[in-house]
């Protein structure tokens, strides 16, 4: 409105400007239409004889009985009246909602990926990189703000002559053009806002140092997931000093250019609870999970299914608000990567051999709720949920390789993203099933010279797991003390296992089982110990050398055999209610969980061979020479139990674990180097508490 009468203003004068030549800085006093007087003597209906005086006159004056030239009216009554002095000297600006000065609501970090490239100006040229760092900013006010941002990239050379390596520091002014435009609001998705800065980049490429200035400016595009969390894409164009390619002198430009997109994920920690308007329902501390699963692996070699192993996560994250939250996982995982297959002869038959990877790492995600966009969803709580991640991982990974003393062993960074489904089994306890994508980049080094090749490969995943959610500090204010009642508890349970090798023959299949029966004792609301004896069935495919007898003379073979063995286990375990050490002790809980480590000590009470049945037809009472019997060994047991309670004395449970074997080669075979043998079990089981 203001905008309005400021140009309606201006527009007058002008107007009544071109109508009076004569008097370019007078005007009428009111702005309002001439009309005739009432006493006027004039006869002529001409506008030069016509009598024209202003409706609300402040003093009589003498009308003017000179004939003008000119067809225009003449105006009388009129004061001076400059129009310059109604101008507004600056642009309105909508303001919009109020900026609360409020250092934690506009302090913002994140992580930051994408792709970036170094035009090439010599012989060199490089492939494009992709970026990882962390960023960090600050809005000063509405419309302005700064933003740090620390990179590390590394460019292959696209002749396969080594690698670029560069560390980064940017410094970012940001302009927030959005809300200049149409005034700040908080809750707007789309945020548009140019960014301009400099940087500094330290290289390396085959021993050669180069520090580089460089000058950028991008458009920054925000899409506000929430009160607290925004997702950006930043396209940029950089302007550096020489030898960011490490041309030497083949570049005879004395700067060079890069551009290329920054994508990634802030979260500020923003607490005002004006921002969706309405009540919400969500978890507001922190999570934990567990999960196990199936991992399957992109293979030139192997089938989908072929390549399946299995995979391990701890997490714990945290809902900053109903739509965004922050996940950070410790993650294992083997699958089968390739395999080789041994050419028949006269005396035995073709053997597939298969070979194993492994993938150990720490992974950073970024979670969204899509349903809780909706306002009547977040509104209610619900059995069903879903959650999108995506996010980062870097970790250490391996591969057997024949012929090799230690196969592949390096480094890798990767892209990862997932979607879980849960379904909540009460306001605390959640199950989940959650398939995943990762995609791993990693470097070999060559043998005969000083550089390495870039590779990268695609592994998926499937998983099922239990969220545990923790009570916030007013939750558990509000919670009435609680008598702890200790109690004897006992069960069975019945399950499955497997040996973690590197290497696996496919022969003949035979199923590893388990059976345990436990007692224990709930000591405190948090803490419990258990003994149990555990009986397990474990079969192997190994190569080994063998004699038969032909008309009384011993002849020797290699061949493929399959080894039982019959383990009993004695096993002492520490329990951990994580339900009650995150919510409150609660005897009526239908779900709780646990997690377990402890000690075991295995012992083999009996073993078997028997040759593989796709074996050529061989002489009399073939008997292996290897010694099948590996004796007793004590290990580390680590695991968690998910009790479902049926009534208050019987429940029913699930129990995953890992055993890992302190002596070395106990089971033997090839295992997962560089660590001894590891067993991994899941059992069902029911539970009686007395």
């Not at 707007?188 to 500094?200: E, H, Q």
């Not at 396209?235 to 490490?246: C, R």
Request: with cysteine; glycine share 8%.
């Amino acid at each position: 409105m203001m905008m309005y009468e400021k140009y309606t203003i201006i527009c007058t004068c002008l107007c009544l400007w071109y109508i009076s030549p004569g008097q370019a800085h007078t005007m009428v006093t009111a702005v309002r239409p001439v009309v005739e007087t009432p006493d006027s003597t004039a006869t002529s209906s001409t506008p030069e004889t016509a009598d024209t005086t202003a409706i609300r006159p402040t003093t009589e004056t003498q009308v003017s009985t000179a004939v003008s030239t000119s067809s225009k009216p003449k105006l009388d009554h009129t004061v001076d009246f400059n129009p310059l002095d109604y101008l507004y000297s600056d642009r309105y600006v909508e303001k919009g909602d109020t900026f609360r000065n409020r250092f934690l609501d506009h302090l913002y970090v994140g992580f930051t990926t994408g792709f970036s490239q170094v035009s090439p100006k010599g012989q060199r040229a490089m492939k494009n990189g992709i970026p990882f760092g962390g960023v960090v900013g600050y809005d000063f006010n509405r419309l302005h703000g700064l933003r740090a941002t620390l990179l590390h990239t590394n460019y292959d050379m696209k002749d396969g002559n080594g690698t670029v390596k560069q560390w980064e520091a940017n410094i970012d002014y940001v302009f927030h053009l959005s809300d200049y435009l149409y005034g700040y609001d908080k809750r707007r998705i789309f945020r548009i806002s140019p960014t301009l800065g400099v940087g500094y980049i330290h290289s390396v490429f085959q021993g050669e140092l180069a520090s580089i200035f460089k000058g950028q400016a991008g458009i920054n595009v925000g899409i506000g997931l929430g009160r607290n969390a925004k997702f950006f894409i930043e396209p940029f164009f950089s302007a550096l000093t020489d030898q960011a390619d490490h041309s030497g002198h083949t570049n005879v430009s004395k700067y060079d250019i890069q551009y290329g997109v920054k994508t990634g994920l802030t979260v500020n920690m923003d607490n005002t609870n004006d921002f969706y308007n309405s009540e919400v329902v969500y978890t507001r501390g922190f999570f934990y999970e567990l999960a196990q699963g199936v991992t399957f692996y992109d293979s030139d070699d192997l089938g989908f299914f072929k390549t399946t192993g299995t995979g391990y996560k701890i997490s714990v994250g945290r809902w900053f608000d109903p739509i965004v939250g922050l996940r950070l996982s410790a993650t294992a995982s083997e699958y089968y990567w390739s395999y080789n297959t041994t050419a028949s002869t006269e005396a035995r038959p073709s053997y597939e051999t298969r070979y194993k990877g492994s993938m150990f790492a720490g992974r950073l995600e970024g979670l969204v709720n899509p349903l809780n966009f909706f306002p009547y969803w977040r509104q209610v709580r619900h059995p069903f949920e879903m959650n999108i991640a995506v996010g980062g991982e870097y970790g250490w990974l391996t591969k057997y390789i024949p012929g090799t003393d230690n196969g592949l062993k390096c480094n890798y960074a990767g892209f990862t993203g997932a979607a879980t489904f849960l379904y909540s089994m009460d306001k605390e306890t959640s199950f989940f099933v959650e398939p995943r994508v990762v995609v791993a980049n990693f470097r070999e080094p060559y043998v005969n010279v000083d550089r390495e090749a870039s590779f990268t490969e695609t592994s998926a995943s499937i998983s099922l797991g239990v969220r545990v959610c923790a009570a916030n500090r007013k939750e558990r204010a509000s919670w009435p003390p609680y008598i702890f009642e200790p109690r004897l508890f006992s069960g069975v349970q019945v399950g499955g296992l497997k040996h973690m090798r590197s290497v696996n023959t496919v022969g003949d299949f035979a199923l590893n089982y388990s059976g345990q029966f436990y007692v224990g004792y709930h000591l405190g609301p948090y803490v419990s110990l258990k003994a149990a004896i555990e009986y397990e069935t474990l079969n192997e495919n190994k190569y080994g050398s063998y004699v038969v007898d032909f008309m009384g003379v011993e002849k020797q073979f290699t061949a493929l055999w399959q080894y039982r063995y019959n383990l009993l286990n004695i096993k002492l375990a520490y329990m951990l209610n994580l339900s009650n050490v995150y919510q409150k002790y609660d005897l009526n809980r239908k779900f709780n969980l646990f997690v377990e480590g402890g000690a075991l000590y295995s012992k083999c009470m009996s073993d078997n061979a028997r040759i593989y049945s796709g074996e050529l037809e061989v002489g009399s009472s073939p008997r292996p020479l290897s010694a099948a019997n590996p004796g007793g060994a004590p290990a580390l047991l680590l695991g968690a139990v998910a009790q479902y309670r049926i009534n208050d004395q019987w429940s029913l449970l699930l129990e995953p674990e890992v055993h890992y074997y302190l002596k070395n080669g106990f089971i033997g075979g090839e295992v997962l180097s560089p660590f001894n043998d590891i067993v991994a079990k899941v059992s069902l089981g029911t539970s009686y508490t007395f």
